[in-house]
């Protein structure tokens, strides 16, 4: 394998590259996205002819920004030797970050819309090491066709140069798993993204209301849907918010599914990678390495549940689940009937007996552990609504209508119970939990790299364990929780043989 | 579905870890609760002083309950803890069990195991202890043993460092 496969721009010294120059034209837009809420509020504030200096600071201190990242793209280069990928940059502290090759374990190609004007991409390859200290090796700006290069490259894979005569290539190096069925898009209002959505327009509004020192109650709008709810009883205003809410969480979640998976593609490479690739403003493109792949978790929220969907994650080192620019960089499969969601994972780990494999109930001690809890949480939350009533002057009405929430702790009980389960095959360990958003995951037994047995006062009463598997990828750990203690020993035994024997009484 | 082991469920059992920690674990550990505690009392003795010209019963009341239960804390905890607190490490494993009212068992393969480092905190080095702690690649993994003799420290490092220096792979 050598690097000659990948085109060699011109200022290329003793193999170091350089970002794309046209990212000098990207960067200070993207900059100036930061700022403007500081913008808003300078405007604002000059038209009051008052206040608005924290919003000077701010542009100055964006302005500082832009210029610096100019300087970002002549202070930045990188290379990759046979056994490296290097990337230099710092202009008082030079820095050199040097990752062995062979600690790579995904590559991750994204573009957003600015970077796709430009034909560009940004280019983050993942070790497990480094993503902790999220330091790891991004470049930000090389045009598509290098980054397109760079990820073949990284991950061993033959360098191809791109030709038109793609199709037939493809169909040979390249197996499909999964693309998306636009029908699957009826999935997107039960995920509940479009919440999300809720939340950060509520942040930008109250950092308008902040920084901006705009009067919401003055805005059109908000002072006539204020006053129109203020005129309704109060039953009636709460249902007016609440189908607001329902319907601008629906149409938001339906947006962000299309925007997040449109054009997804879930495709195997014959050189041992998992290739997914989707989006549709900003796209994304990454790259697992199967020797890397520790197992799947197939995640059912309640919602999703409810109407039979199902997404696909993987479980893989360098991967770890939710942690911030890592973010969906394990999604298999988006949210998708559960059959198909069942069938690509099977056919991800090359084993469908797992995901269908009936489960192991953890027995009515575990249940009654699960109705204990929702009885408690319930009863604390009601008092704590009473005591509101009592202390602060909260209306009688609150108190009264609080005891609904026992039925629904006692529905997510039962729920909870039910789901509850755990399989032992000949490779993987599966454990099933969780209501709200219920989970399965399917882990290979020679991924568990130890063991934690956890028992509080109230388990040790009733015989029952938490049994953790640790392991490198994912979450860290995947528990079997509310076991009976002889199941829970069973399990680790025939897991990992020939580890737990030595300390058998 | 069961896999090769017997149905002897009943009698097969995991025993808890061979070694006790040191004696003198006990007074860190109530050194380490009784510095918790004063961070908890010192405001609220501030708070009675400042507040001084009112009734000062209820900051009685407030400052006793405070008391009884820090003191019921630092005699049951470090003994509780001392019964509980085991560890062994074996030629293929590391195997520790912590806690009190919530206990742990860990137990890690020597060849998972990344890193074996030893450490000793002012409080322990007032007492005469040091902890190790194995780490393997998960963020999970950590095994922790508190309360170490320091000879026992240092052998233990020097044992486990010999044993994963003889086992291979990349541990993941």
């Known amino acids: 394998m050598t690097t000659t496969a990948v085109p060699v721009e011109k200022a290329a010294v003793d193999g170091w590259r350089r970002l794309s120059p046209r990212m000098l034209a990207v960067h200070p837009v993207m900059e100036l996205r930061r700022l403007i809420f500081p913008l808003v509020a300078v405007l604002i504030g000059l038209q009051n002819g008052d206040g608005g200096d924290g919003g000077w600071w701010a542009l100055g201190i964006g302005g500082i920004g832009i210029a610096l990242g100019f300087l970002r793209y002549f202070t930045t280069s990188y290379r990759i030797t046979p056994a490296h990928v290097q990337v230099r940059r710092g202009l008082l502290r030079r820095r050199t970050l040097t990752v062995p090759r062979d600690r790579i374990r995904t590559v991750d190609v994204t573009s957003n819309v600015l970077h796709r004007i430009f034909g560009l991409a940004r280019v983050t390859v993942g070790t497990g090491q480094t993503d902790k200290k999220n330091d790891g090796v991004k470049l930000d700006g090389l045009n598509a066709a290098d980054a397109e290069n760079l990820h073949r490259e990284l991950l061993h894979r033959p360098a191809v140069t791109p030709a038109p005569e793609e199709g037939e290539r493809k169909a040979s190096e390249e197996t499909v798993l999964a693309s998306l069925d636009p029908r699957w898009i009826r999935y997107g209002p039960f995920t509940l993204s479009g919440l999300v959505a809720i939340g950060v327009l509520f942040g930008l509004g109250s950092r308008l209301v902040n920084e901006g020192h705009v009067d919401l109650a003055k805005v059109g709008y908000v002072h006539d849907s204020i006053d129109y709810l203020r005129d309704k009883p109060l039953p009636v205003a709460i249902l007016l918010v609440a189908a607001a809410v329902i319907v601008f969480t629906v149409i938001a979640s339906t947006v962000g599914y299309i925007l997040t998976f449109w054009n997804f593609r879930l495709s195997r490479h014959r050189s041992g990678t998992l290739h997914v690739r989707r989006g549709l403003l900003t796209t994304r493109s990454t790259t697992i390495e199967e020797r890397r792949l520790r197992g799947v978790e197939l995640s059912e929220p309640l919602l999703l549940r409810a109407v039979r969907g199902a997404r696909v994650l993987a479980i893989a080192t360098g991967l770890r689940v939710g942690r911030g620019g890592d973010r969906g960089g394990s999604v298999l499969l988006p949210p998708a009937p559960r059959a198909v969601a069942v069938d690509v994972a099977g056919t991800v780990i090359g084993d469908a007996e797992p995901l269908t494999v009936a489960l192991t109930r953890h027995g009515p001690r575990a249940s009654v552990r699960r109705f204990t809890r929702a009885v408690t949480m319930s009863t604390i939350l009601i008092l704590i609504v009473l005591a509101f009533v009592l202390v602060v002057g909260a209306p009688w009405w609150t108190f009264w209508t609080s005891p609904a929430l026992l039925p629904l702790g006692l529905f997510l009980a039962w729920d909870r119970a039910a789901n509850l389960g755990h399989a032992l095959t000949d490779d993987w360990l599966v454990s099933r939990h969780g209501s709200l958003v219920r989970r399965r995951y399917v882990l290979r037994t020679d991924a568990v790299i130890g063991w934690n047995l956890t028992t509080s006062v109230f388990q040790r009463r009733v015989g029952l364990t938490t049994l953790v598997a640790t392991t490198a990828g994912g979450r860290q750990h995947y528990s079997v929780p509310d076991v009976g203690d002889a199941e829970a020993l069973r399990v680790a035994r025939a897991a990992v043989p020939g580890l737990l024997e030595q300390f058998l009484a | ?172």
């Open chain 2, 1 to 172: 579905m069961v896999k090769g082991v017997t149905m002897t469920a009943d009698v097969v059992r995991l025993r808890p870890p061979m070694h006790r920690v040191s004696p003198r674990a006990l007074w860190y550990w109530a050194a380490r609760a009784a510095m918790l505690w004063i961070v908890l009392l010192v405001p609220q003795l501030i708070w009675w002083f400042a507040d001084s010209g009112r009734r000062d019963l209820p900051h009685l009341i407030v400052a006793v309950a405070w008391l009884v239960l820090a003191a019921v804390h630092l005699v049951v905890m470090p003994q509780w803890r001392y019964r509980v607190h085991r560890w062994e490490a074996t030629d293929t494993a590391v195997y520790t069990q912590t806690g009190w009212l919530n206990q742990e068992r860990r137990i890690a393969p020597i060849s998972r195991v990344q890193t074996v480092d030893s450490e000793r905190g002012p409080i322990e080095q007032l007492f005469k202890l040091a902890n190790v702690t194995v780490t393997t690649a998960s963020a999970a993994g950590p095994i922790k043993i508190d309360g170490l003799a320091v000879a026992d420290a240092d052998q233990l490092v020097a044992d486990l460092t010999t044993r994963v220096g003889r086992s291979t792979g990349d541990a993941t």
